[in-house]
């Protein structure tokens, strides 16, 4: 609850006492003293943990408590060697896993600051943007359209502001604000019309106000639990989840067979109990958030460099999944450079009238300005001195117009702006040149108007229509009923030049598998203008009118083959995206407008760009700082060479080393010794994650970019199925080997087979990266010196003194020859099978879409 409920009742100078300041606003050393006495302006609490405790918590994995508590016990019974030796490789494992996952963690923040929603505050005598979290109790804020509330706070000026205010009291449309002293009962918050509250949205106006709360302590603050919840989880989030369950059932079942059958051969039971937990840690990918999140870091660095800031990592593979991209044409197709070329009468003539008609309604408008609206006061500089506004209509989606109330001293004036067809439709007569005299708008009048609209969307202009109304002297609001009865005026025309790079652009997206479908409120005859002129092939168009009489289900039918829709509004935008996730497409969409927050949420992806309103960067998952379709198709590629680096440490870990875990715990069923200690296993485990580190770097094949993909359980287990006893078999023939050739004793076979199964298991990333040729396909050079680095080593390491702590032998010069022999056979075979498993798959089961 809040602290002080009603604090808008009170004057000004009472909520608090700090808050009294001039018109200068705070001095920046006043802001900085408050900031650390407020605290953040954050709906939460965000305070980041010591990292020294963050490290700790990364003890809290139960496998790293076992392996703890067992080198603990090893201690008790005179095992010192095993306690320090299992004490250091946890210690290392844990550390790797924190530094390589707080320095990519530290990095994704960093470029989420960079386009951080602002604020505009008065300090120091001028105005300045701050990022939102720094503005602090006693601020002088500045609003205007578009804008996201920074914090809760009293108005002192306000120009016509509407302000949407449904996420804290539920209520549908944009309520209008105005400072003053209220009624003793205004307690609740649809009552406070002198108060503007965080978060919610300035749909149109301008004003100023004194931040009275910030952070925890504001109305949304104090509901932040239930509106703060996390994002529905990716297709990519929910597929490495499933792997670790995959992962954790085979892990259970293999460590209770091994405790079962060491248990019936009646075997030691600590080194039976460190055998079975140094299995499941072999087995566990205890380093696969560490690579998913240093991927992912890496992927949005990559990124940050070809001009796309994410925000939230997870999103960039789902970015590299995306088969279909719903944009606008503004700014994507087109150069956004709109000019006003034709202002002209109902007779089609050019007309000084209508160009004033659309100046005024313009440069009076206090909504935020449209690209329309920019060119009509780009276009010529009108005086509108003897002009005085008295209120104004916004603009919103459903009426497609905004209307300015003037006057002009001898009498007042509507002047009404918006789509043609609406304003033809709200008006009795017209205009003639030469002739004041008002003339009915009858049926042949309405045709002909209409076609003169229709030839000037043929040609590819914009249409707005321009129409007026006088009032009386003391009429004193606009309302939406003053909008009948009009007197038409005439068109005004706007040219927005196609961009020459979209073409190439699009064919790229399509060549890598994303279909792009243009969602616009223009018309389809202007929309199919540039299509034409870009050489893009439609395929079939729906209009808002259209998709407003069919139901979800008709709508997914025709969602799938149109790649035009025009004349829509918001919700219509939200449901086109819906329609294509329920048939199973993952959607972007890419979105700069103030109502485009709801598509943003409901897209897969939601790509906005930095010059977007607050409310869309704020729901936007990246932003693009060029609006342009190349840079999103160079943000698709990363997204796909993410996905793909992440799925070699997954394959690894569900063939080879899942083999390599396999055959440990089949050769207790026959072996009198265990066939390797757990320090060894554990040693083994540490060496081949420190050969995985660089995956991250890794390069991934064209092939693998071609089409989106998303995370296939099926493919992975039929994966694991096909290389995993291909691994297992080679680990028994070295059994034999080691048993029936070398006569080996135990040391020697645990020796023997530490040195096999970390040269198999450490060297077959060279085979599964790819899908193609291994020598063709280069690996990054951090790969190759790392992963033959760890080969050497554990091939090394027997001949060393620091290798009969680990319980090694030096093996005979022969056992070099055939395990050189073994694993280049084993490297051939992994690579026919992977070449067949791929042939057999695309057919069985394509993994592209």
Excluded at 302 to 321: E, F, P, T
Excluded at 702 to 722: K, Q
Aim: aromatic share 8%; proline share 5%.
């Amino acid at each position: 609850m809040l602290d002080d409920p009603a604090w808008w009742l009170k004057p000004l100078s009472e909520p608090q006492a700090e808050l009294a300041t001039d018109a200068a606003g705070l001095s920046s050393a006043e802001a900085l003293s408050r900031l650390s006495r407020f605290g953040p302006n954050l709906f939460r609490d965000h305070k980041e943990r010591p990292l020294w405790l963050q490290f700790l918590s990364r003890f809290k994995n139960p496998l790293v408590l076992l392996l703890l508590v067992a080198s603990a016990i090893s201690a008790l019974t005179d095992e010192v060697a095993d306690f320090l030796i299992i004490s250091v490789i946890v210690l290392l494992s844990v550390t790797l896993d924190f530094v390589q996952e707080h320095r990519a963690g530290k990095a994704a923040e960093s470029l989420r600051h960079s386009v951080s929603v602002r604020a505009a505050v008065i300090r120091d005598g001028r105005q300045m943007e701050v990022p939102v979290t720094d503005v602090v109790p006693g601020d002088l804020a500045v609003l205007s359209a578009g804008d996201m509330v920074p914090a809760d706070g009293l108005l002192l000026e306000a120009n016509d502001l509407f302000v949407k205010q449904a996420l804290l009291t539920g209520e549908a449309y944009p309520v209008e604000k105005r400072p003053g002293a209220l009624a003793a009962n205004a307690t609740d918050l649809q009552d406070a019309a002198n108060a503007v509250f965080m978060g919610t949205t300035v749909i149109s106006g301008s004003a100023r106000m004194r931040v009275v709360k910030t952070g925890t302590g504001t109305a949304i603050g104090a509901i932040a639990d239930s509106l703060t919840r996390q994002p529905p989880p990716t297709a990519f989030e929910i597929g490495t989840h499933r792997f670790g369950l995959l992962i954790m059932r085979l892990t259970v079942l293999l460590v209770l067979f091994v405790l079962l059958v060491n248990a019936l051969m009646h075997k030691p039971w600590l080194e039976s109990f460190l055998f079975a937990v140094a299995l499941a840690v072999g087995l566990t990918p205890e380093l696969l958030p560490m690579v998913v999140s240093v991927t992912l870091s890496r992927g949005a660095l990559q990124m940050a460099k070809k001009r796309v800031i994410v925000k939230r990592l997870a999103s960039i593979q789902n970015l590299g999944s995306m088969d279909v991209l719903c944009t606008d044409k503004t700014g994507t197709l087109t150069e956004a450079k709109i000019r006003l070329e034709q202002h002209v009468d109902p007779q089609g003539k050019p007309s000084a009238r209508v160009l004033e008609l659309a100046y005024l309604n313009s440069f009076f408008e206090t909504g935020l300005k449209s690209p329309l609206d920019e060119a009509i006061l780009a276009h010529e500089n009108i005086d509108v001195s003897a002009w005085k506004k008295i209120d104004e209509v916004p603009f919103d989606f459903e009426r497609r117009r905004v209307s300015v109330l003037l006057d002009k001293g001898n009498g007042r004036l509507l002047v009404v702006k918006g789509a043609s067809e609406e304003i033809i439709g709200l008006c009795t007569a017209y205009e003639e040149l030469g002739n004041e005299a008002q003339i009915p708008l009858d049926k042949a009048n309405r045709e002909r108007i209409h076609g003169q609209h229709i030839a000037l969307e043929k040609e590819g202009f914009r249409v707005l229509g321009i129409a007026w109304r006088e009032v009386p002297p003391d009429h004193p609001h606009a309302v939406v009923g003053d909008e009948t009865e009009l007197v038409f005026a005439g068109l005004a025309g706007f040219l927005d030049p196609p961009k020459e790079s979209a073409g190439a652009a699009l064919a790229a997206l399509k060549e890598s598998g994303v279909a792009v479908k243009i969602v616009t409120g223009d018309s389809e005859l202007v929309t199919q203008h540039v299509c034409a002129q870009l050489g893009i092939a439609v395929t079939g168009v729906l209009t808002g009118k259209e998709i407003a009489q069919m139901d979800d289900q008709a709508l997914r039918i025709k969602v799938e083959t149109a790649n035009l829709f025009c004349r829509v509004n918001p919700s219509q935008k939200d449901r086109v995206i819906l329609a294509l996730k329920a048939r199973g497409h993952v959607v972007g969409y890419l979105g700069d407008g103030i109502n485009d927050a709801p598509s943003l949420h409901s897209a897969d992806v939601g790509l906005s760009v930095d010059s977007a309103v607050d409310v869309a960067k704020e729901a936007a998952d990246m932003i693009l700082l060029d609006q342009d379709l190349h840079v999103l198709h160079d943000g698709v590629l990363e997204g796909r060479r993410t996905f793909g680096n992440i799925m070699k440490y997954i394959m690894m870990g569900t063939s080879s080393n899942f083999g390599n875990m396999f055959s440990m715990a089949g050769a207790a069923l026959f072996l009198p010794f265990l066939p390797m200690l757990p320090t060894q296993i554990l040693l083994n485990n540490i060496l081949y994650d420190l050969s995985e580190v660089p995956i991250p770097l890794d390069e991934v094949d064209a092939e693998e970019l071609r089409r989106p993909r998303v995370m296939d359980m099926n493919f992975i287990r039929n994966f694991m199925l096909v290389i995993g006893p291909i691994s297992s078999a080679f680990d028994f023939l070295t059994f034999y080997i080691m048993l029936t050739v070398l006569k080996a004793n135990e040391t020697l076979f645990q020796t023997g087979w530490f040195v096999e199964s970390l040269s198999t298991q450490v060297l077959v990333i060279f085979i599964i990266r790819t899908r193609g040729n291994p020598f063709k396909s280069r690996a990054h050079p951090v790969l190759v010196a790392t992963s033959l680095a760890v080969v050497v080593i554990g091939a090394a390491l027997p001949l060393t003194p620091l290798g009969t702590y680990f319980g090694f032998v030096a093996p005979p010069v022969q056992f070099y020859a055939i395990l050189a022999a073994m694993v280049m056979t084993y490297l051939v075979m992994v690579e026919v099978a992977k070449r067949g498993f791929y042939r057999w798959y695309r057919v069985a089961k394509p993994i592209y879409r």
